[in-house]
């Protein structure tokens, strides 16, 4: 009964390749967020949907896709991965958009070589 | 714009001292304030929220966090911590239409027995 859930939790990879991130959410929330932590533990939003409509679209390269076939979930695309898109990719819900409580999922451990 | 400082990349304590992790924010208008913590290896959990009202604000595992307006602080306490509170601390605003987070760096709080 995971409230917010991601798979993989590790991915491993060549650069150049193609992935994608999968999130979903048990809570009935309406918004839905994308976040990178990188190395030093930097926390930074990239993406958020409400209701399947994108609403926040950070400087993200065009390599970064996301999608939201329905409200219970949000995926994540990346195209012709680089060295620096390791990271870990959060996945995170909230009620509505607003000063509410995030969710946060468990994270996606993506390395790049 | 809007920035989140942490004045304090680590906090080194022992069990059962007072802690105090420090935030600072800068914005020329109203903010919604957070705390989140990370636990080795897992996603963020709110600890705590500032929306309005009284400023000294209680959450969850004995934490408290005092709004500071005129000094544009938001510092977290604990009077007694607990090996298990070991953790990333992640002081955090949102404002605007979209109420997008922006994270501080984050507190390392490592409390030795």
């Known amino acids: 009964d995971t409230a917010v859930s991601q798979t993989p939790k590790y991915l491993v990879t060549q650069m150049g390749n193609d992935k994608s991130i999968k999130c979903e959410q048990n809570l009935g929330h309406d918004t839905m967020y994308w976040y990178k932590q990188d190395s030093k533990k930097f926390l930074k939003i990239m993406f958020s949907y409400n209701n399947k409509e994108l609403i926040i679209n950070e400087t993200v390269p065009n390599r970064f896709s996301p999608k939201s076939p329905d409200k219970a979930h949000l995926n994540l695309h990346i195209n012709s991965l680089e060295l620096g898109d390791s990271a870990v990719y959060f996945c995170?819900?909230?009620?509505?958009?607003?000063?509410?409580?995030?969710?946060f999922g468990p994270g996606t451990r993506l390395t790049v070589t | 714009a809007q920035s989140v400082t942490q004045l304090d990349s680590q906090v080194p304590v022992f069990e059962e001292a007072p802690v105090e992790l420090r935030c600072n924010y800068s914005s020329s208008v109203s903010v919604y304030l957070f705390w989140y913590v990370q636990y080795p290896n897992q996603g963020l959990q709110l600890l705590l929220k500032y929306l309005s009202g009284s400023t000294l604000v209680k959450g969850i595992n004995g934490f408290e966090a005092e709004f500071n307006k005129s000094q544009t602080s938001f510092h977290l306490r604990k009077p007694s911590v607990h090996i298990s509170d070991t953790a990333e601390y992640f002081c955090a605003v949102s404002r605007g239409s979209n109420y997008k987070l922006t994270f501080g760096k984050g507190t390392l709080l490592t409390v030795n027995p």
């Open positions: 995170a819900s909230s009620q509505q958009p607003g000063p509410y409580e995030q969710y």
